[in-house]
């Protein structure tokens, strides 16, 4: 299997770690196979999006996600490094309001699976990171939420606590107590 997948304390939400062939030239690698995807996480998702994000040291952005139109999310870095985040936010779920963070970066080249159900953020630990993500819906500004990032009850240890720059909308979410929450 050219990919390896491991579960995280949640196991819903896996790290995914592709085969890198390198040699004197450098490195290749697949970022992406469906099919390989499919066999190592028995998910199969249909990806109808793609974004790529460029962040500079300190910069949190998050934690987003849509109750309507949920997206999954596979995420991976590809200058730098960040700090990425998942929140549970089904109700129904044993883990509901747990969180899991993973270092992504350039150099280790995971990337991160995020189902739908999770609100999701990330903190940009280098000097400059580029961040890309394939979402398994599309995005919609009017059905979009946010997850306060430093809810106390959440309580997510991010690596730094100081110098943050956030957008007002992320400043200024609800906690989980108020925010709109899945079943």
Not at 34 to 39: L, Q, S
């Amino acid at each position: 299997m050219p990919t390896t997948v491991t579960p995280t304390a949640i196991p819903e939400v896996l790290v995914v770690e592709p085969k890198v062939f390198g040699d004197a030239r450098g490195f290749f690698f697949e970022s992406f196979n469906a099919r390989d995807f499919r066999e190592a996480t028995g998910l199969d998702v249909t990806f109808v999006q793609d974004n790529h994000s460029g962040s500079s040291r300190g910069v949190l952005r998050g934690l987003h996600y849509q109750i309507e139109h949920p997206q999954g999310k596979l995420v991976r870095v590809v200058q730098g490094e960040v700090f990425d985040v998942a929140v549970d936010l089904r109700r129904s779920s044993p883990t509901f309001g747990r969180w899991v963070g993973e270092r992504l970066s350039a150099e280790n080249r995971r990337q991160l699976w995020i189902p739908p159900g999770f609100a999701h953020g990330f903190l940009v630990l280098s000097e400059w990171a580029e961040f890309n993500y394939k979402v398994s819906n599309h995005y919609y500004p009017k059905l979009e939420r946010i997850l306060i990032w430093n809810d106390s009850t959440v309580n997510i240890k991010w690596p730094l606590q100081s110098s943050l720059i956030l957008n007002k909308k992320d400043s200024d979410a609800p906690m989980i107590s108020r925010a709109a929450l899945f079943r």
